[in-house]
């Protein structure tokens, strides 16, 4: 089955803590990226990775770091969780642009 | 930038009711264009696209056509039930420079049918 696959689904956490959100698609996408979603204010793209080793800033990338060593992987790094990281996030991928997004599950984190 | 615009809601219908959630958009060009479907707890799904002007995407009763005259991409669907009580968003694929895109999407409209 085509999914794109989030882990953890739910996760607490404490201020200063390094936490990984892991992604992984079993689709051979090239484009994968993370959003968080926000009461009003809708989904914001953290980052992006048009393919392998190439990686690039969204619209808020403050506090977070990813990567993209393997075609299938796209983890979310925070190196130091603040509480207004507190979010829901999602990872997505597809081919290349404008064919539209697989999203994950999602992964509500809270930074207390 | 390119964007778009979608009434927020939240929208409450009855079941069998007629069901429309504007979208309007501002792009260069002419992207592609999406519904997203979020049930609750859930991932965002792709509900219907329409990749070029006068395209009609359809998918579970739902249909939405792009139109270029008045930068539109409305949701209708003719007799809603309560399995669709979800949020729906309107998105467009954004592009930059050096081959980058981001899908950009709407706020959202929260859809609520009751029996």
């Known amino acids: 089955e085509a999914q794109v696959t989030q882990n953890p689904r739910y996760l607490i956490t404490v201020t200063g803590k390094k936490l990984t959100v892991t992604c992984s698609q079993n689709?051979?996408?090239?484009?994968m990226s993370w959003y968080r979603q926000d009461p009003g204010l809708g989904l914001r793209q953290i980052y992006y990775?048009?393919?392998?080793?190439?990686?690039d800033k969204g619209d808020v990338p403050e506090g977070y770091k990813v990567s993209r060593k393997e075609k299938r992987n796209f983890p979310l790094i925070l190196e130091s969780p603040s509480p207004n990281q507190t979010s829901l996030y999602f990872c997505?991928?597809?081919?290349?642009?404008?064919?539209?997004?697989?999203f994950g599950q999602g992964t509500r984190l809270t930074v207390v | 930038g390119d964007s778009v615009t979608q009434m927020e809601g939240p929208v409450t219908l009855s079941e069998e009711a007629f069901l429309t959630i504007n979208c309007t958009y501002t792009?260069?060009?002419?992207?592609?264009l999406f519904w997203y479907v979020q049930y609750p707890g859930e991932g965002l799904q792709l509900l219907l696209k329409?990749?070029?002007?006068?395209d009609k995407g359809s998918n579970k009763g739902f249909e939405a056509t792009y139109r270029k005259e008045t930068t539109s991409f409305h949701l209708e669907k003719g007799s809603v039930q309560v399995s669709d009580s979800a949020v729906y968003f309107c998105?467009?694929?954004?592009?930059?420079?050096?081959?980058?895109?981001?899908?950009?999407f709407g706020k959202g409209t929260k859809l609520s049918v009751i029996p």
């Open positions: 998105a467009l694929p954004a592009y930059s420079g050096a081959g980058s895109y981001q899908l950009t």
């Open positions: 990775s048009m393919n392998v080793e190439v990686t």
């Open positions: 997505a991928s597809s081919l290349p642009a404008g064919t539209g997004l697989f």
């Open positions: 329409a990749t070029k002007a006068d």
């Open positions: 792009a260069t060009g002419y992207p592609s």
């Open positions: 689709m051979n996408h090239e484009y």
